[in-house]
């Protein structure tokens, strides 16, 4: 039988600031607000904060987070809680409590995991009070009842989870600079010319000549081959051309897929709409049944670019599903995805302005804006040598979000089952293993 024990009786301390909002400065140590916590991040994302000076932190403030602390919020976004790094680096604002795991009472890890945890959230949605503004009352903590199975469960739950999760987040970072550096060299080579105008200044070491992408003379000095040393009359290196990104690539919208419903109890595909391409899969996502035409069928690793509402695009990663209109597959037989990609993300900025300068409740670019993004473009054979630099990049970077997908369906799988003890850990211990 597993303990269902009040949330407060697994805490040894609670930081709560809630009360008038604080004086802010430009610089500072950073406020966190709501907004910075997250059930996706392990945690608090330092987004469109404030920061307070070292005077408002030290008398304002009724206390701070401890590393290893969870974060939790309690109005606006209840029960989104992450962990307080080590060191913490930040204070906290109001509708939001910093919580103490009474480490005699509850393994700390195994809390953070539960707090997670389907049921719990659940739970705590149920709690809510205020209809505008939802919140949970840091009054009704004793209300909420935690599942506490025995230690060995905890110490296994909580460490998983965290293992999992740390994983997730490393793979997250490792994108971030793996992004940075395959933008940076993209728009360095065929934005900027960067090569063919240090050729052109009188540089002859292959390395410089590259930007340093490689530390190999050898394998420098292929790469900087392929590169000119003088411009044509067009203004671009000698050899090369531009092309509007519609000759680059194939666009193809999706369809209105409330033509294809799927029927209860048949298997079905999910509709990927522009929510979708933000946030992934979810249970409120809608079905479209299998009838769907296959060119609209997408497939992990194929390139998406909504071109209404919130402009995004990005290398699908979330298994198989139908696409949706306002959506377009990206495809191309005569150029590489990591080349129309870096394209696309090369105009989304002008894009985006496009699309919000639309007196309309939907912003959206046409397919003449496409044909209007110029590309530059080399000899064909040059852009599949140069791709053995940059298509590594983006090539792992799909790879770690497909890794980051299956580790969190394992996490989210085995945390329920888990914590009811409907499986034994020998079990889970095999899952979490075949998923790392």
């Known amino acids: 039988m597993i303990n269902h024990v009040p949330f407060t009786d697994l805490l040894s301390r609670i930081v ?59 109005k606006g976004s209840p029960g989104q809680v992450c962990l307080a790094p080590d060191p913490v680096g930040f204070c ?26 389907p049921q719990v959230q659940h739970d705590i949605t149920n709690m809510h009070v205020g209809t505008l503004i939802p919140h949970f009352k840091k009054g009704d903590f004793d209300k909420l009842k935690i599942p506490v199975p025995s230690k060995e469960r905890q110490i296994f739950i909580g460490d998983t989870f965290l293992r999992l999760s740390e994983k997730i987040e490393s793979n997250t970072r490792m994108n971030e600079t793996l992004e940075a550096m395959a933008q940076a060299i993209f728009r360095d080579w065929f934005v900027d010319f960067g090569p063919t105008r240090r050729k052109q200044d009188g540089a002859i070491d292959p390395v410089k000549i590259i930007g340093g992408v490689t530390q190999n003379a050898e394998n420098a000095a292929r790469l900087a081959a392929l590169f000119p040393d003088a411009f044509g009359n067009n203004g671009l290196p000698q050899g090369w051309k531009t ?5 680059v690539a194939d666009f ?64 699908w990663t979330e298994g ?23 394209w696309v993300w090369h105009h989304l900025a002008e894009f985006q302005r496009i699309a919000a300068s639309k007196a309309t409740t939907m912003g959206h670019i046409q397919r003449q804006h496409l044909a209007e993004a110029l590309c530059n473009l080399p000899p064909e054979d040059a852009i599949t040598k140069l791709g053995v630099v940059v298509e590594p990049l983006v090539d792992l970077t799909v790879h770690n979000n497909l890794e980051n ?18 499986i034994t850990l020998k079990e889970a211990e095999t899952s979490a293993e075949a998923a790392e």
Request: glycine fraction near 6%.
């Open 92 to 117: 906290i604002a109001q509708d939001m409590v910093a919580i103490t795991p009474n480490p005699e009472r509850v393994y700390p890890p195994y809390l953070f995991a539960a707090l997670r945890s």
């Open 243 to 247: 092309s509007g990104l519609d000759d």
């Open 252 to 315: 193809l919208n999706g369809l209105a897929l409330q033509k294809f419903p799927a029927k209860d109890g048949e298997p079905y595909l999910p509709v990927i709409k522009i929510a979708e391409l933000r946030n992934g899969i979810t249970p409120k996502s809608n079905r479209a049944s299998l009838d769907v035409p296959e060119k609209c069928v997408v497939s992990d690793g194929d390139f998406l670019f909504s071109w209404s509402g919130s402009l995004l695009a990005k290398f």
């Open 320 to 342: 198989k599903g139908a696409l949706n209109q306002h959506l377009f597959k990206v495809t191309s037989e005569k150029f590489p995805p990591w080349l129309y990609a870096s």
């Open 16 to 74: 709560d600031n809630r009360g008038k909002t604080c004086p802010t400065n430009a610089t500072g140590i950073p406020l966190i607000a709501t907004n910075c916590v997250k059930n996706e991040t392990l945690f608090p994302v330092l987004e469109k904060i404030r920061y307070v000076s070292e005077e408002t932190y030290n008398s304002w403030f009724r206390g701070h987070p401890q590393p290893n602390d969870l974060i939790f919020v309690t």
């Open 405 to 422: 997908r299956t580790l969190a369906k394992t996490r989210d799988l085995l945390l329920p089952r888990l914590i009811s003890e409907e």
